[in-house]
């Protein structure tokens, strides 16, 4: 059975930090694209960022370079993701999700949000001004 399951999510004041950990089981963890997806009230869901399969390469949405860290641990099939300079406009449920790419050689960043195959729960961060 495939799991992701999130945690690390509260609540942080603007400019605080948060670590988030993704814990990931039943199904081969090197040979999936990895992220983390967030989707606030009443917005659609948007990728955060994401990990490539092949190269290790990864990438984030532009709102939030400079402050946001995605890392994993392959042998202990771990995300994480480290959160900084937090603002307002961060707070959202946070995904962790996985996808096992096509044959058409997607980067991570190029599959659709709604086609990553696998999610976790969920975990609420919420950013006070």
């Known amino acids: 059975e495939v799991q992701l399951v999130e945690s690390g999510g509260g609540l942080v004041q603007a400019g605080g930090s948060l670590r988030l950990s993704c814990a990931a089981s039943?199904?081969?963890?090197?040979?999936?694209?990895i992220g983390w997806f967030r989707q606030a009230p009443g917005k659609e869901r948007e990728g955060v960022s994401c990990?490539?399969?092949?190269?290790?390469?990864?990438y984030y949405v532009d709102s939030v370079k400079g402050r946001f860290t995605i890392s994993s641990d392959n042998a202990k099939k771990m995300v994480y993701l480290e959160m900084n300079s937090l603002n307002p406009e961060d707070t959202a449920v946070y995904y962790c999700?996985?996808?096992?790419?096509?044959?058409?050689?997607?980067?991570?960043?190029?599959?659709?949000?709604?086609?990553?195959?696998?999610w976790g729960q969920g975990t609420q961060v919420t950013v006070s001004s």
């Open positions: 990990i490539n399969k092949s190269d290790g390469i990864a």
């Open positions: 039943g199904f081969t963890f090197d040979d999936h694209h």
């Open positions: 999700a996985a996808d096992p790419g096509s044959g058409l050689g997607l980067g991570c960043y190029e599959v659709l949000v709604k086609d990553y195959a696998y």
